[in-house]
Protein backbone atom coordinates (compact mmCIF):
# COMPACT_ATOMS: atom_id res chain seq x y z
CA UNK A 1 0.00 0.00 0.00
CA UNK A 2 1.72 3.51 -1.06
CA UNK A 3 1.72 6.52 0.80
CA UNK A 4 0.85 8.31 -2.08
CA UNK A 5 -2.58 7.50 -3.29
CA UNK A 6 -3.40 7.00 -7.09
CA UNK A 7 -6.46 5.64 -8.65
CA UNK A 8 -5.57 2.64 -10.37
CA UNK A 9 -6.70 3.51 -13.82
CA UNK A 10 -7.99 5.97 -15.98
CA UNK A 11 -9.57 5.63 -19.52
CA UNK A 12 -10.32 7.91 -22.04
CA UNK A 13 -11.15 8.42 -25.67
CA UNK A 14 -8.54 10.07 -27.96
CA UNK A 15 -8.78 14.00 -27.98
CA UNK A 16 -10.53 13.63 -24.33
CA UNK A 17 -8.96 15.31 -21.10
CA UNK A 18 -7.50 12.69 -18.59
CA UNK A 19 -7.39 13.54 -14.75
CA UNK A 20 -4.23 11.58 -12.43
CA UNK A 21 -4.68 12.37 -8.45
CA UNK A 22 -2.06 11.74 -6.55
CA UNK A 23 -3.37 11.83 -2.45
CA UNK A 24 -0.60 12.48 0.33
CA UNK A 25 -0.20 14.33 3.32
CA UNK A 26 1.31 17.30 4.89
CA UNK A 27 4.91 15.57 4.97
CA UNK A 28 5.45 14.70 1.49
CA UNK A 29 2.58 16.29 -1.61
CA UNK A 30 1.59 18.70 1.14
CA UNK A 31 5.05 20.17 1.90
CA UNK A 32 7.27 19.17 -1.23
CA UNK A 33 7.74 19.74 -5.10
CA UNK A 34 5.59 16.35 -6.87
CA UNK A 35 6.87 14.91 -9.96
CA UNK A 36 5.10 12.69 -12.51
CA UNK A 37 6.79 10.00 -14.62
CA UNK A 38 5.02 8.06 -17.57
CA UNK A 39 6.02 4.57 -18.24
CA UNK A 40 5.39 3.01 -21.63
CA UNK A 41 5.09 -0.94 -21.89
CA UNK A 42 8.76 -2.42 -21.58
CA UNK A 43 10.08 0.73 -21.14
CA UNK A 44 12.35 2.70 -18.34
CA UNK A 45 10.20 5.47 -17.01
CA UNK A 46 10.12 9.07 -18.07
CA UNK A 47 9.65 12.43 -16.45
CA UNK A 48 6.96 14.27 -17.22
CA UNK A 49 6.71 16.86 -14.82
CA UNK A 50 8.80 18.53 -12.23
CA UNK A 51 8.80 20.74 -9.77
CA UNK A 52 4.67 20.17 -9.46
CA UNK A 53 4.04 22.05 -12.84
CA UNK A 54 7.24 22.30 -14.53
CA UNK A 55 7.84 20.11 -18.11
CA UNK A 56 11.08 19.12 -19.78
CA UNK A 57 12.50 19.68 -22.32
CA UNK A 58 10.18 17.99 -25.32
CA UNK A 59 7.30 17.58 -23.33
CA UNK A 60 4.12 18.45 -25.34
CA UNK A 61 2.25 21.33 -22.90
CA UNK A 62 -0.89 18.65 -23.70
CA UNK A 63 0.94 17.28 -20.09
CA UNK A 64 0.27 19.65 -17.27
CA UNK A 65 0.19 19.56 -13.45
CA UNK A 66 -0.86 21.07 -10.40
CA UNK A 67 -1.13 21.20 -6.72
CA UNK A 68 -3.46 21.85 -4.16
CA UNK A 69 -3.05 21.46 -0.80
CA UNK A 70 -1.91 17.54 -0.31
CA UNK A 71 -3.10 16.54 -3.24
CA UNK A 72 -1.60 16.78 -7.17
CA UNK A 73 -2.93 16.08 -10.22
CA UNK A 74 -1.33 15.41 -13.36
CA UNK A 75 -4.13 16.37 -16.66
CA UNK A 76 -3.56 15.35 -20.37
CA UNK A 77 -5.71 16.70 -22.59
CA UNK A 78 -6.45 15.80 -25.96
CA UNK A 79 -5.39 12.32 -25.27
CA UNK A 80 -3.94 10.14 -28.01
CA UNK A 81 -3.40 6.69 -28.38
CA UNK A 82 0.85 6.75 -27.68
CA UNK A 83 -0.25 7.89 -24.01
CA UNK A 84 -1.61 4.58 -23.17
CA UNK A 85 0.56 3.68 -20.51
CA UNK A 86 1.07 3.94 -16.45
CA UNK A 87 1.91 6.90 -14.56
CA UNK A 88 3.22 7.56 -11.42
CA UNK A 89 3.63 10.53 -8.78
CA UNK A 90 6.42 10.87 -6.97
CA UNK A 91 7.68 13.32 -3.99
CA UNK A 92 9.76 13.72 -0.92
CA UNK A 93 8.96 12.59 2.83
CA UNK A 94 9.84 14.76 5.06
CA UNK A 95 8.97 12.94 8.47
CA UNK A 96 12.20 12.04 10.28
CA UNK A 97 12.38 8.66 8.04
CA UNK A 98 13.24 10.72 4.56
CA UNK A 99 13.36 8.97 1.53
CA UNK A 100 11.53 8.98 -1.92
CA UNK A 101 7.86 8.13 -2.32
CA UNK A 102 6.02 6.85 -5.36
CA UNK A 103 2.48 6.55 -5.75
CA UNK A 104 0.66 2.94 -6.79
CA UNK A 105 0.77 4.02 -10.28
CA UNK A 106 -2.33 4.81 -12.69
CA UNK A 107 -2.94 2.59 -16.23
CA UNK A 108 -4.54 5.23 -18.71
CA UNK A 109 -6.39 3.07 -21.42
CA UNK A 110 -7.11 5.36 -24.48
CA UNK A 111 -10.49 3.65 -25.97
CA UNK B 1 24.03 12.22 -24.78
CA UNK B 2 22.69 11.86 -21.03
CA UNK B 3 22.79 8.50 -20.42
CA UNK B 4 23.07 5.82 -17.67
CA UNK B 5 23.93 2.30 -18.29
CA UNK B 6 23.56 -0.65 -15.18
CA UNK B 7 25.03 -3.75 -14.85
CA UNK B 8 25.67 -6.29 -12.57
CA UNK B 9 21.93 -7.91 -12.18
CA UNK B 10 21.54 -12.07 -12.07
CA UNK B 11 20.59 -14.84 -10.61
CA UNK B 12 21.45 -15.37 -7.02
CA UNK B 13 19.95 -17.52 -4.03
CA UNK B 14 18.90 -16.40 -1.08
CA UNK B 15 21.26 -14.47 1.53
CA UNK B 16 23.57 -13.73 -0.82
CA UNK B 17 25.48 -10.98 -1.98
CA UNK B 18 24.90 -8.63 -5.90
CA UNK B 19 26.90 -5.48 -6.91
CA UNK B 20 25.32 -3.55 -8.86
CA UNK B 21 26.99 -0.51 -10.89
CA UNK B 22 25.68 2.26 -13.24
CA UNK B 23 28.15 4.18 -15.30
CA UNK B 24 27.12 7.75 -15.80
CA UNK B 25 28.08 9.61 -18.97
CA UNK B 26 26.81 13.19 -20.92
CA UNK B 27 26.31 15.16 -17.34
CA UNK B 28 28.33 16.64 -15.07
CA UNK B 29 28.35 13.43 -12.81
CA UNK B 30 29.43 15.07 -9.39
CA UNK B 31 27.02 17.45 -9.23
CA UNK B 32 23.77 15.60 -8.78
CA UNK B 33 22.30 13.25 -6.38
CA UNK B 34 21.86 9.51 -7.40
CA UNK B 35 18.92 7.21 -6.83
CA UNK B 36 18.06 3.13 -7.44
CA UNK B 37 14.61 2.36 -7.91
CA UNK B 38 12.95 -1.28 -8.35
CA UNK B 39 10.22 -2.46 -10.15
CA UNK B 40 9.26 -5.89 -9.87
CA UNK B 41 7.52 -7.41 -12.93
CA UNK B 42 3.85 -6.44 -13.53
CA UNK B 43 4.37 -4.06 -10.46
CA UNK B 44 4.72 -0.38 -9.56
CA UNK B 45 8.09 1.55 -9.37
CA UNK B 46 9.23 1.27 -5.43
CA UNK B 47 12.51 3.54 -4.66
CA UNK B 48 15.10 1.61 -2.73
CA UNK B 49 17.97 4.67 -1.90
CA UNK B 50 19.98 8.37 -2.96
CA UNK B 51 22.81 9.41 -2.53
CA UNK B 52 23.91 12.85 -2.30
CA UNK B 53 26.77 14.76 -5.45
CA UNK B 54 29.50 13.81 -2.62
CA UNK B 55 28.33 11.10 -0.82
CA UNK B 56 27.64 12.47 2.53
CA UNK B 57 23.87 12.43 2.40
CA UNK B 58 22.24 9.09 1.96
CA UNK B 59 18.71 7.43 2.53
CA UNK B 60 17.44 4.18 2.34
CA UNK B 61 13.83 1.99 2.14
CA UNK B 62 13.30 1.09 5.28
CA UNK B 63 13.13 -2.90 4.34
CA UNK B 64 16.84 -2.46 2.61
CA UNK B 65 17.84 -0.39 5.71
CA UNK B 66 21.03 -2.58 7.37
CA UNK B 67 21.32 -4.81 3.95
CA UNK B 68 21.71 -2.74 0.88
CA UNK B 69 24.44 -0.12 0.47
CA UNK B 70 24.39 3.01 -2.51
CA UNK B 71 27.80 4.47 -2.97
CA UNK B 72 29.34 6.33 -5.61
CA UNK B 73 33.02 7.22 -7.33
CA UNK B 74 33.18 10.03 -8.78
CA UNK B 75 36.16 9.74 -10.28
CA UNK B 76 34.83 7.04 -12.60
CA UNK B 77 31.26 9.02 -12.60
CA UNK B 78 29.97 5.30 -11.17
CA UNK B 79 27.14 4.74 -8.53
CA UNK B 80 26.81 1.47 -6.98
CA UNK B 81 24.15 -0.74 -4.85
CA UNK B 82 25.81 -3.40 -2.64
CA UNK B 83 23.18 -5.82 -2.26
CA UNK B 84 23.28 -8.21 0.87
CA UNK B 85 21.53 -10.77 2.68
CA UNK B 86 18.99 -10.80 -0.15
CA UNK B 87 15.51 -12.10 -0.27
CA UNK B 88 13.13 -13.18 -3.14
CA UNK B 89 10.85 -10.34 -2.38
CA UNK B 90 14.08 -8.12 -3.89
CA UNK B 91 13.57 -9.51 -7.23
CA UNK B 92 13.25 -6.63 -9.38
CA UNK B 93 14.28 -4.58 -12.94
CA UNK B 94 16.79 -2.18 -10.58
CA UNK B 95 17.32 1.53 -12.24
CA UNK B 96 19.45 4.05 -11.17
CA UNK B 97 18.43 7.54 -11.58
CA UNK B 98 19.97 10.92 -11.92
CA UNK B 99 18.38 13.46 -9.66
CA UNK B 100 17.32 17.04 -11.14
CA UNK B 101 18.63 19.04 -8.16
CA UNK B 102 22.15 20.35 -7.86
CA UNK B 103 22.48 20.52 -4.42
CA UNK B 104 21.34 18.43 -1.09
CA UNK B 105 17.65 19.08 -2.61
CA UNK B 106 16.09 15.54 -3.83
CA UNK B 107 13.73 16.62 -6.76
CA UNK B 108 13.27 13.54 -8.97
CA UNK B 109 14.99 11.53 -11.36
CA UNK B 110 15.19 13.17 -14.79
CA UNK B 111 17.08 10.89 -16.49
CA UNK B 112 16.70 6.34 -16.37
CA UNK B 113 19.12 3.74 -17.39
CA UNK B 114 17.80 0.85 -18.86
CA UNK B 115 17.36 -1.25 -15.39
CA UNK B 116 19.23 -4.69 -14.99
CA UNK B 117 17.48 -7.47 -13.60
CA UNK B 118 18.02 -9.52 -10.15
CA UNK B 119 16.04 -12.23 -9.29
CA UNK B 120 16.87 -13.74 -5.81
CA UNK B 121 15.28 -17.78 -6.12
Known amino acids: QSVLTQPPSVSAAPGQKVTISCSGSGSNVGNNYVSWYQQLPGTAPKLLIYDTHKRPSGIPDRFSGSKSGTSATLDITGVQPGDEADYYC????????????FGGGTRLTVL | QVQLVESGGGVVQPGRSLRLSCAASGFTFTDHGMHWVRQTPGKGLEWVAV????????YYLDSVKGRFTISRNNSKNTLYLQMNSLRTEDTAVYYC???????????????WGQGTTVTVS
Open chain 2, 97 to 111: AKDLARSYAVLGMDV
Open chain 1, 90 to 101: GTWESSLTGGWL
Open chain 2, 51 to 58: ISYDGDNI
